[in-house]
Each structure stands twice: as structure tokens, then as C-alpha cells.
């Protein structure tokens, strides 16, 4: 378990124990008291009775690990607090602040009793308003069950100096806090130690009596339960000056409590000494007094002077045994922690406005995301589509790598076409001319042909010999795009015979 360190003020003393529950069994790690003056001041003296005390001696050789340069001579009030503490981590411990008057005040409730505790509340609120005149903030009081079933109730009325000793501790630390578990009232944890430490008969009327070296507390109980709390008594071991004081005191209280006598007397404090036991049994005899124990506890590591003087804390020792026990052995004690605690302990710290500015955040943020969410999601199908589309063109870059060959190949048929046209063509004039040649020839018999090419204008230059001059006038009136250009005699074997020229055109020739 991570160290409790309580601390509790009286006056400008400040009393710290440092407690942790190891095994079931709680164990006093340190105890040691200061004076402090002011928040900036230099304590006069500070006794230290901890474990790794020699003869009463401070030791400035270790320090915590966040302690500020220089701490080391920092003679401040809180200078030497953190030096008593460097021991332990203080940023890992928790811190239970103990307060007692004049900054809380007690109010006994006897109305109507509710199970919900925060109605419950409600009405003791109401009643401290009704008969003291005083409003309390819910997060500023608390109750416990007295003997009679009334409620005893415990409410701040101002700062906690506690509180301020460990904001101070905290700054000096250059923390903006250390953790504060609750605030514990003195009178109350007293009240309960003692109750869970001591068996009593169930008739039994038991007097605590704590004295301090500025003040003094008077407690009743009946049997093991709280039964009455009487006034802080402006009396310690500093003014003291004779001990009839006190049972005149303990008289008026008991008669404000109605305690009818006083079995049990257990002292504590800073004066248990033969004196005050020998006044007690000679103003009760029959009182039992006996001095508060501390067997709840392992002290196995304090020193012999240290267990001697344990007594004087045992308002610190009494709140951490009341909050390590108070969930295990259902113990019913103070627990107070305002908000502004709370709030300050808070590792962010809002307002109202700033929860409003945290939910616009959050839905500012949610928006942005799903934008953004949204946006990839658009990215993403574009990016599947730009992934198909080039998929595509590969693959019809490699159609048209297919295609080229063969445009190449039309590119030649249209060339090979245009050539078999042209070729047609002539097959034709050819074919034409042949025929009506042949036809002319079979009918005359003394015409003969021996040379037949085309020209450059797609016209049959034809020549050849002929027995009849008539013959040659004839083909050429047979065909009427034929010009004979020459006729020339030229006698052959004794015959006369004649040789010509004709130029035939084609039925398309333009110059025909």
C-alpha cells in the first residue's frame, strides 16, 4: 500500500505520521512534529522522532528527487517539512489532512432518518440553517451515529490549515498538488481508534482526554459508541497551571452530555504523566485510567524514545488507522473533501463553459474524422477507378498494337485493289478490242495482225498487214473509236499487200 501521511495541526504545531498497511497490519513508518509560523516563516524547532532519527539530529544529505536546488539550505517552515519527508516518494503517497475547531463545528441532528444519504443530508442542511442561522455546502459536512441513534454532524466552516501545509508542500515541490484522500476529524478518529483498541463493558462511561501543548479535547463515549463531545478546552502542557481545571471541565461536560460518572479515563496527548494519573484517582476513584495503546499498529521499527512519545500523535496515528479500517471493519467516521479539492486535484480542470467547449471539441473532432473517413472512402473508388481505367488502356494499347499490323496490310490490299482495278480495266478494253478483232478477222481472211500494246492513254495501238485496202476501211468503220494513222503498200510474196496503224480507244477515253 502506497504511505498515508497524516497531518494534523495544533495551533502553530504540526503533528505528521506517515502510516502503511503491510500484511493486515498497519506500521508506523515515521512520526514527527514542527512548528509552523507563517506560510514563509522559519520553524523555531522541529523534533523529529522517525526511524532514521540520530539523537534528535536533522539530516540534509538525502533528498527527494524533485526537491528544488538548493533545498538542502532552505530553512523555511516547508523547507524542513520536505526534508523530514524525502524518505518517501510524496508524489506516489496520499495525504490525509486532520481538522479540528475552530475550523469545523459540530451540530447534533435528531430528526427524521432517511436511507438515502443525500436527502439525508438535505435535512441536516436544513436543520443547521433553521437553528444556527449557518448554510453548509453538501460537499462540506458529514455525520456519524451517536449511542442514541441521533446523528452527530461535522461541517468546515473555513480553510483547513492542514490543507494549506500540503498545497504549500506541493509548491515547494514545483507540483500543482498532491493527492489528498479526505479530511478526518480529529475528535471523531480519536473517538473510533479507541473504540476498535479497548474492549468496554456495554454500561461502561469512558472519558478521552487528549492534551496537546496549546489545547485540550474531552471525549465520551458509552460503551464501545460515541456518546458525547465536549468543548475544545483552551488548556495545554504550554499554559498549564494546575490540573483542577480540568475536572471542573470534565464536570460541566459530563453534565451537558448527561454522564452520570466515569468508568474508563484513557490518556493521550503530551501529558500522561503520574500527576495527572494520581488527580484522576483522587477526583474519580473508581475510574479506571490507563493510557492509549497503540497494539493495532506495527511499531516493531520505531526507536524506544520514539515508542515513548507516540502518544503526542495519536490524533494523525488515529485519522490513517480510521481510514485504512473504515471499509474492512465497517467503521463510521468523517469523511469531508470540498470541491475546490477536488477540482484542484482534477488533472484537467473545467468549467462549465469549458465542458461545453469540450463537447463542441468532440463533435468538431467527429466531424473532421468522418469527413475525412468519407473523403477516403472517395479517394479509394477513384483510385479503383483510375486503376481500371489504366487497366483498360494497357489493355487497348495492346489492340492497337495488334491493330497496326493489319491497318498496315489494308493500307496494302486498298494498293492491291487499286492495282487489280486498273488491271480490270484493261482486262476489259483488251477483251473488247480482242472480240470484235477476232470476229473481223474470221469473216476476212486476208487481214492479219502482228503487234498490239496499249498506250499511255489507255488506247491499243494496233498494227498489222492487210491484202485489201477495203478491208482497213472497214475494221475501222466496225470500230468507231478507231483512227487508222497510216496505210502503207508494201508488196509481199508477188501480192500486193499493205501495212497499217490504228489507234483504238477505250469506250471511257475522253479523247475519243
Known amino acids: 500500500m502506497k504511505p498515508l501521511i497524516s497531518v494534523y495541526t495544533e495551533g502553530n504545531e504540526t503533528k505528521i505520521a506517515v502510516v502503511s498497511l503491510e500484511k493486515d497490519l498497519p506500521r508506523v513508518l ?29 539530516s540534509f544529505e538525502s533528498l527527494e528527487d524533485n526537491s528544488p536546488v538548493g533545498a538542502d539550505t532552505d530553512n523555511s517552515d516547508v523547507g524542513i517539512l520536505s526534508r523530514e519527508l524525502n524518505e518517501f516518494k510524496l508524489s506516489r503517497s496520499s495525504f490525509i489532512p486532520v481538522t479540528t475547531d475552530p475550523s469545523v463545528n459540530f451540530h447534533v441532528y435528531e430528526g427524521e432518518k432517511l436511507k438515502d444519504r443525500n436527502k439525508q443530508l438535505d435535512l441536516i442542511i436544513k436543520d443547521i440553517e433553521k437553528t444556527k442561522g449557518i448554510f453548509v455546502n453538501k460537499d462540506s ?42 479530511i478526518k476529524n480529529a475528535e471523531i478518529a480519536l473517538a473510533n481508534y479507541v473504540s476498535r483498541s479497548t474492549k468496554f463493558f456495554p454500561e461502561d462511561y469512558t472519558l478521552i482526554i487528549h492534551i496537546g501543548k496549546e489545547s485540550s479535547k474531552l ?42 460518572r466515569l468508568d474508563n479515563v484513557v490518556l493521550c496527548g503530551d501529558d500522561r504523566s503520574e500527576n495527572l494519573v494520581l488527580s484522576f484517582y483522587g477526583t474519580f476513584p473508581e475510574a479506571n485510567v490507563v493510557e492509549l495503546k497503540f497494539e493495532n499498529f506495527d511499531v516493531s521499527q520505531l526507536k524506544q524514545d520514539v515508542l515513548e512519545n507516540l502518544s503526542s500523535f495519536s490524533i494523525p496515528i488515529a485519522a490513517a488507522y480510521e481510514f485504512i479500517r473504515e471499509k474492512e471493519d465497517n467503521i463510521q467516521g468523517i469523511n469531508i473533501l470540498p470541491k475546490y479539492i477536488l477540482d484542484n486535484q482534477k488533472f484537467l480542470q473545467f468549467g462549465w463553459h469549458s465542458y461545453l467547449m469540450l463537447a463542441l471539441l468532440f463533435v468538431a473532432t467527429f466531424f473532421v474524422t468522418f469527413m475525412v473517413l468519407k473523403n477516403f472512402s472517395t479517394i479509394s473508388k477513384h483510385d479503383a477507378e483510375i486503376a481500371r481505367l489504366e487497366a ?92 487508222i494513222n497510216n496505210v502503207l503498200y508494201e508488196p509481199l510474196r508477188e501480192k500486193n499487200a499493205f501495212s497499217f496503224s490504228i489507234n483504238i480507244f477505250h469506250a471511257n477515253n475522253p479523247n475519243k
Request: charged residues 25%; negative net charge; contains cysteine.
Open 141 to 182: 459536512i458529514d455525520f456519524v451515529e451517536l449511542d442514541d441513534k441521533s446523528y452527530l454532524c461535522t461541517f468546515l466552516e473555513s480553510s483547513v490549515p492542514c490543507v494549506n501545509i500540503v498545497n504549500q508542500l506541493a509548491g515547494y515541490h514545483r507540483r500543482r498538488y498532491y493527492k489528498i484522500e479526505t
Open 219 to 260: 471525549i465520551f463515549l458509552e460503551g464501545q459508541k460515541l456518546k458525547h463531545i465536549g468543548t475544545t478546552l483552551d488548556i495545554g502542557t504550554h499554559n498549564l497551571h494546575t490540573y483542577d481545571v480540568y475536572f471542573s471541565k470534565i464536570l460541566l461536560e459530563m453534565e451537558n452530555g448527561g454522564i452520570p
Open 30 to 58: 515515521k512520526v514527527f512534529s514542527t512548528t509552523i509560523s507563517s506560510p514563509s516563516g522559519s520553524p523555531d524547532k522541529i523534533q523529529d522522532l522517525g526511524i532514521d532519527t540520530l539523537g534528535g539530529d536533522i
Open 392 to 483: 483498360l488502356q494497357k489493355k487497348n494499347e495492346e489492340i492497337i498494337n495488334q491493330i497496326a499490323p493489319l491497318t498496315n496490310r489494308i493500307a496494302n490490299f486498298d494498293n492491291t485493289q487499286a492495282i487489280l482495278d486498273s488491271a480490270t480495266v484493261g482486262t476489259e478494253i483488251w477483251g473488247t478490242t480482242i472480240e470484235k478483232i477476232s470476229n473481223f478477222v474470221e469473216r476476212r481472211r486476208n487481214f492479219w495482225i502482228t503487234h498490239l500494246e496499249t498506250t499511255q492513254n489507255n488506247e491499243i495501238l494496233l498494227k498489222g498487214f492487210s491484202l485489201s485496202r477495203s478491208s482497213l476501211t472497214e475494221f475501222a468503220r466496225d470500230n468507231d473509236a478507231s483512227i
